[in-house]
Each structure stands twice: as C-alpha cells, then as structure tokens.
C-alpha cells in the first residue's frame, strides 16, 4: 500500500510540474504586443490673435520623430516634418482643445500634448 502511495504522489508531482512549465502560454502572445509610442514635443506654448493662434513647442531629440500632428476640434494639420511653429487661422470665437502629435518612420503616434486656447474676437 505504501508503494501505491509512493506511485500515486510521484505521478501527481510529475504532473504538476510538466502543467507548469505551459502556463506561459496563457500570456505568451501579450508580451508581443508591446506598444511603441514616437517621442512627444515639449513646452507646448500658444499666443492667441484676431481669430488665429500661434503654436510654438520644443521638438523631441533624435531623428525618431518624423511628422508633426495638430488636431483641433474643427480641423486638423499635418506636416511631413518636424516644424517647431504652426499658426491656425480662420478660427471662431469659443475655446479650442488643441492636441499636437509626433508621428514615427512606422506611422506611430507620440502621447498628445495638450494646451486650451480662446482666440481674441474682432475690433
């Protein structure tokens, strides 16, 4: 009986540790999704006027960055290159929510960074 006892209790261990060694593979394929951001721009400042805004920031360091994005709430601009100013005009009287965006060499976009403007109404 005791022999019995021995088999059963060495099978049982061989069994949990051979199930151990697959449990990776319940995550396995996660770990490949890793997702890769482009360097976002800095110091993001604006200056408003008549129904425009200039846009000025600090863009990232290295050759990583490739394109800029700005996306407002009515439009949106894209430059096929690492401009440091962008000036929006025609732009209504109200609050804009204006988000501007690095793209990578992979179409990758950076964490927005963010800045409300309020453009000056006419004379």
């Not at 209504?92 to 800045?115: C, L, M, Q, R």
């Amino acid at each position: 009986m005791k022999k019995i006892t021995k088999i059963l209790i060495a099978v049982v261990a061989i069994l949990s540790i051979s199930g151990c060694s697959q449990m990776d593979d319940n995550y396995v394929d996660y770990l490949n999704m890793e997702k890769v951001y482009a360097p976002k721009i800095g110091n993001l400042k604006a200056v408003v006027g008549l129904k425009t805004a200039t846009l000025t920031w600090d863009n990232p360091e290295g050759d990583i960055a490739k394109k800029i994005l700005i996306d407002y709430q009515d439009d949106s601009l894209k430059f096929e290159s690492m401009v440091d100013t962008a000036v929006l005009e025609n732009l209504e009287i109200k609050g804009y929510h204006v988000s501007v965006y690095t793209i990578d060499a992979f179409n990758n976009y950076s964490i927005p960074v963010s800045i409300q403007i309020f453009p000056n109404g006419e004379n």
